[in-house]
């Protein structure tokens, strides 16, 4: 059932076998793995079913790196977790991100590709992905269109597929439906109680913001409310254990990373669509169930020492034609009129350009009298536009392509997350975040960049300019940003010195205390996380389900 802790009729105090903190991606995946087993679980979300200020106010931090970073931006206080924002890209990692690599410091996952494997099947449907077959690192089902032949030595087209669905929205009935499953709304949690060793977590003490206070006791707790939240959660946790809890190597909020993004530099070209149609990510009922993707080769990054990246080429139109401007015109004001009102000026609009001669003026309602006109005069624009339709070209030529790159960040135990001396309504800590990037990014970026420029540039003929912040060496503040994908925080690891987790996702030195999510990921590759981290909450949620089950045996 569902339940909204801001409601003062429901008891403070809750008892339950599993107690599960963030009903994203990951909470909702481990708690739906449970429905109709004899597990109690309790999901706690600090956000209601819809995006709310007061509770997205909770997000709020500061930014202290080399790279400026707002906490309270890119991400999302909710039923469903950030992901009610994201685009539905899936794809998995592959071996190569998996492994150690010898010019990668802090690389290596403590579990290989094939252990993933299996949970990226069952990934592959709990995201409603249909049937659609991957292998390592890509989806394999057909494209819309023939992608660019590169040297495999040099770039690849690995393949994502698109979620269509939101968790949330998805899960939400099937949730509240459960006999076992209690999920609470606007539930904060303000801190995780352990025993007065420091290795059992006894309690976890609950709120709301209009004041109510609770406490939900359970046999094994998890952890899921992203990458920054999770280490936020650990550290905040200090009334027996001062450091936070699993900090004990000071390794809780180190090796922050996300998937920094930036513009590499501008393609010309005669017909720059050649480069830009193969990828573009088409929607609607027809559109196909996976998008190609321009990245580096596994041998590229060997050979040149470069971290993993991609790159997306972006049409940007040239001068707008008249008649194409009119239309556009059009379809807005079409959008501000009432509904039945719309269907009758699109009939007489129909009508009237049907039988009207060339160049003579439209009939239309007063308010769109103009627009209708301006559309009349360019009629030839628009054919145009259907004849390059047919011809599989834009409507609107391009002018030029910007590349724009997504890259692997660095593990780098010195880009981390800390608590500032500021709180938030709840009294607690607010997030401090120290983005710091390294050399090997910096050097990644511009081999990276140079590469995608003109291997591009001579599979339609044209000419690539570097950007200006990627053309000079050493260049002190690249211009990039977040991609809100937050990685690494409670990284994984068999070393307690190195992580915060094991391989299982367990807190090292803790009996009962667990991780899901983007947070326990040792490195990121270029992949979108979320089709990784529900395989991972499903392997989790597997080895919960051995612990939980036995003691009722």
């Given at each position: 059932?569902?339940?909204?802790?801001?409601?003062?009729?429901?008891?403070?105090?809750?008892?339950?076998?599993?107690?599960?903190?963030?009903?994203?991606?990951?909470?909702?995946a481990?708690?739906?793995?449970?429905?109709?087993?004899?597990?109690q679980?309790?999901?706690?979300?600090?956000?209601?079913?819809g995006?709310?200020?007061?509770?997205?106010?909770?997000?709020?931090?500061?930014?202290?790196?080399h790279?400026?970073?707002?906490?309270?931006t890119?991400?999302?206080?909710?039923?469903?977790?950030?992901?009610?924002?994201?685009?539905?890209?899936?794809?998995?990692?592959?071996?190569?991100?998996?492994?150690?690599?010898?010019?990668?410091?802090?690389?290596?996952?403590?579990?290989?590709?094939?252990?993933?494997?299996?949970?990226?099947?069952r990934?592959?449907?709990?995201?409603?992905l249909?049937?659609?077959?991957?292998?390592?690192?890509?989806?394999?089902?057909?494209?819309?269109?023939?992608?660019?032949?590169?040297?495999?030595?040099?770039?690849?087209?690995?393949?994502?597929?698109?979620?269509?669905?939101?968790?949330?929205?998805?899960?939400?009935?099937?949730?509240?439906?459960?006999?076992?499953?209690?999920?609470?709304?606007?539930?904060?949690?303000?801190?995780?109680?352990?025993?007065?060793?420091?290795v059992?977590?006894?309690?976890?003490?609950?709120?709301?913001?209009?004041?109510?206070?609770?406490?939900?006791?359970?046999?094994?707790?998890?952890?899921?409310?992203?990458?920054?939240?999770?280490?936020r959660?650990?550290?905040?946790?200090?009334?027996?254990?001062?450091?936070?809890?699993?900090?004990?190597?000071?390794?809780?909020?180190?090796?922050?990373?996300?998937?920094?993004?930036?513009?590499?530099?501008?393609?010309?070209?005669?017909?720059?669509?050649?480069?830009?149609?193969?990828?573009?990510r088409?929607?609607?009922?027809?559109?196909?169930?996976?998008?190609?993707?321009?990245?580096?080769?596994?041998?590229?990054?060997?050979?040149?020492?470069?971290?993993?990246?991609?790159?997306?080429?972006?049409?940007?139109?040239?001068?707008?034609?008249?008649?194409?401007?009119?239309l556009?015109?059009?379809?807005?004001?079409?959008?501000?009129?009432?509904?039945?009102?719309?269907?009758?000026?699109?009939?007489?609009?129909?009508?009237?350009?049907?039988?009207?001669?060339?160049?003579?003026?439209?009939?239309?309602?007063?308010?769109?009298?103009?627009?209708?006109?301006?559309?009349?005069?360019?009629?030839?624009?628009?054919?145009?536009?259907?004849?390059?339709?047919?011809?599989?070209?834009?409507?609107?030529?391009n002018?030029?392509?910007?590349?724009?790159?997504?890259?692997?960040?660095?593990?780098?135990?010195?880009?981390?997350i800390?608590?500032?001396?500021?709180?938030?309504?709840?009294?607690?800590?607010?997030?401090?975040?120290?983005?710091?990037?390294?050399?090997?990014?910096?050097?990644?970026?511009?081999?990276?960049?140079?590469?995608?420029?003109?291997?591009?540039?001579?599979?339609?003929?044209?000419?690539?300019?570097?950007?200006?912040?990627?053309?000079?060496?050493?260049?002190?503040?690249?211009?990039?940003?977040?991609?809100?994908?937050?990685?690494?925080?409670?990284?994984?690891?068999?070393?307690?010195?190195?992580g915060?987790?094991?391989?299982?996702?367990?807190?090292?030195?803790?009996?009962?205390?667990?991780?899901?999510?983007?947070?326990?990921?040792?490195?990121?590759?270029?992949?979108?996380?979320?089709?990784?981290?529900?395989?991972?909450?499903?392997?989790?949620?597997?080895?919960?389900?051995?612990l939980?089950?036995t003691?009722?045996?």
């Amino acid at each position: 059932m569902i339940i909204d802790y801001l409601d003062s009729a429901h008891p403070k105090d809750v008892e339950a076998d599993l107690c599960i903190v963030g009903a994203g991606a990951a909470g909702i995946a481990i708690a739906h793995s449970f429905i109709g087993t004899s597990v109690q679980v309790c999901l706690l979300e600090s956000g209601g079913l819809g995006g709310e200020d007061r509770s997205q106010a909770l997000c709020e931090g500061s930014s202290s790196g080399h790279v400026e970073f707002d906490p309270g931006t890119s991400r999302m206080r909710v039923f469903g977790g950030s992901c009610n924002l994201w685009g539905g890209g899936c794809i998995p990692l592959s071996s190569d991100d998996l492994k150690p690599r010898d010019w990668v410091p802090h690389s290596g996952w403590p579990i290989s590709y094939a252990e993933l494997e299996p949970y990226y099947a069952r990934a592959r449907t709990f995201c409603q992905l249909g049937d659609i077959a991957f292998t390592e690192g890509t989806f394999t089902a057909p494209t819309a269109r023939t992608v660019l032949p590169f040297d495999d030595d040099k770039l690849i087209n690995p393949l994502f597929a698109r979620c269509s669905i939101l968790f949330g929205d998805a899960y939400r009935d099937t949730l509240d439906r459960a006999p076992n499953i209690k999920v609470l709304l606007h539930a904060n949690l303000l801190e995780l109680m352990p025993s007065a060793d420091g290795v059992h977590v006894r309690e976890a003490i609950i709120g709301s913001l209009n004041g109510h206070r609770g406490r939900v006791q359970a046999r094994h707790y998890v952890l899921a409310s992203g990458g920054i939240e999770n280490a936020r959660l650990l550290l905040l946790s200090n009334s027996v254990v001062q450091e936070g809890l699993g900090n004990q190597r000071d390794v809780v909020g180190r090796y922050f990373m996300d998937h920094p993004s930036g513009t590499l530099g501008t393609l010309t070209a005669d017909e720059p669509h050649r480069v830009t149609r193969p990828y573009e990510r088409l929607r609607g009922k027809n559109a196909p169930s996976s998008f190609p993707e321009i990245a580096l080769s596994p041998t590229y990054q060997r050979s040149q020492r470069v971290l993993n990246g991609r790159v997306h080429p972006f049409g940007v139109e040239g001068p707008l034609p008249r008649g194409i401007r009119a239309l556009r015109e059009l379809r807005t004001a079409m959008r501000k009129t009432v509904q039945d009102e719309n269907a009758l000026l699109e009939a007489r609009l129909s009508e009237a350009l049907r039988n009207a001669p060339a160049g003579e003026a439209i009939t239309a309602p007063t308010s769109l009298g103009l627009t209708a006109l301006k559309l009349g005069l360019g009629v030839g624009d628009i054919a145009k536009a259907f004849i390059h339709k047919l011809t599989d070209r834009p409507a609107v030529s391009n002018s030029h392509v910007e590349l724009v790159g997504y890259f692997e960040q660095a593990p780098n135990p010195e880009s981390r997350i800390t608590l500032s001396n500021d709180t938030d309504v709840l009294g607690q800590r607010k997030v401090c975040v120290d983005w710091r990037l390294t050399s090997l990014d910096h050097h990644t970026y511009r081999r990276s960049a140079t590469l995608f420029g003109n291997e591009l540039a001579r599979s339609c003929n044209g000419h690539f300019a570097l950007a200006p912040w990627l053309a000079e060496e050493g260049c002190a503040e690249p211009d990039i940003h977040g991609t809100a994908h937050h990685i690494g925080t409670t990284r994984m690891s068999d070393d307690p010195g190195q992580g915060v987790v094991d391989r299982d996702c367990k807190v090292h030195g803790m009996d009962n205390l667990h991780i899901a999510g983007s947070s326990v990921f040792p490195t990121g590759g270029w992949a979108f996380p979320t089709f990784t981290i529900v395989a991972l909450s499903l392997r989790l949620a597997d080895e919960l389900r051995v612990l939980l089950m036995t003691g009722f045996l």
